[in-house]
């Protein structure tokens, strides 16, 4: 079964510094997102990503991140100076586009720690 | 703007009873709902989704979902819980034909009693 694939699992960064999340999408599909959970709290939309550009983004994605999709296969999220409320679990996911493929499908996460 | 709200942040039922997690959204358009569970140390896995089509949704695990638009509710139930559905659930929504973004709601964690 395609699954998202999303490396490492878990990282530990000091403050300041660059980090970036790598995810692996399902192949056929379009529509690509970021989620973060910081811990305790809710899943938090960040960035949907479609056609090679950010199609929509919360207040969260401010100046310090950035995504990109640099070979087609790879879906990254660049956090540039990190700070330690970044501290979360990020949630990577993939969809096809149409109304009778709506799912999001969900990697297994990359727990961030800053320190 | 959508919005999801779930009632109860924590809910505990007994092993063999009836599991009822609460959702209700907010959408300007027709929405898509979700529901998704989350095991400890685990990502999302979709349990159910309506899109469009029989209001009465199942899902994988025994759970279903009832879409009601008079009362803009997608409740998730389970006849008869296990051991095995403690776990985090979530509600979500998406404006129907997009699927730029997903909002989530705050999340219930379900808890059995044994």
């Known amino acids: 079964e395609p699954e998202v694939t999303q490396t490492p699992s878990h990282q530990v960064t000091q403050m300041g510094q660059e980090v970036i999340l790598r995810c692996v999408p399902i192949?056929?599909?379009?529509?690509f997102y970021w989620y973060r959970q910081i811990l305790g709290q809710k899943v938090e939309f960040l960035v949907s990503?479609?056609?090679?550009?950010?199609?929509?983004k919360s207040e969260i994605f401010d100046d310090q991140f950035s995504v990109e999709r640099p070979d087609g296969s790879n879906f990254t999220l660049k956090i540039r100076s990190t700070k330690l409320e970044d501290s979360a679990m990020y949630f990577c996911?993939?969809?096809?586009?149409?109304?009778?493929?709506?799912?999001?499908?969900f990697g297994q996460g990359t727990r961030l720690t800053v320190v | 703007a959508q919005s999801v709200t779930q009632l109860g942040s924590h809910v505990s039922v007994s092993e063999g009873a009836l599991v009822l997690l609460r959702c209700n959204y907010s959408?300007?358009?027709?929405?898509?709902l979700f529901w998704y569970v989350q095991y400890p140390n685990q990502g999302l896995q979709l349990l159910l989704k309506?899109?469009?089509?029989?209001?009465l949704v199942k899902g994988i695990n025994g759970f279903e979902a009832e879409f009601k638009k008079s009362e803009t509710s997608f409740h998730l139930t389970k006849p008869s819980a296990h051991m095995s559905d403690a776990a985090e659930y979530f509600c979500?929504?998406?404006?129907?034909?997009?699927?730029?973004?997903?909002?989530f709601g705050k999340g219930t964690r379900l808890h059995i009693l044994p």
């Open positions: 990503f479609y056609n090679n550009e950010i199609s929509e």
């Open positions: 979500a929504v998406s404006p129907m034909n997009r699927d730029d973004k997903i909002i």
């Open positions: 192949s056929n599909h379009l529509y």
């Open positions: 309506y899109t469009t089509g029989a209001t």
């Open positions: 959408s300007s358009v027709p929405p898509y």
């Open positions: 996911a993939s969809s096809s586009p149409g109304p009778l493929n709506t799912e999001a499908f």
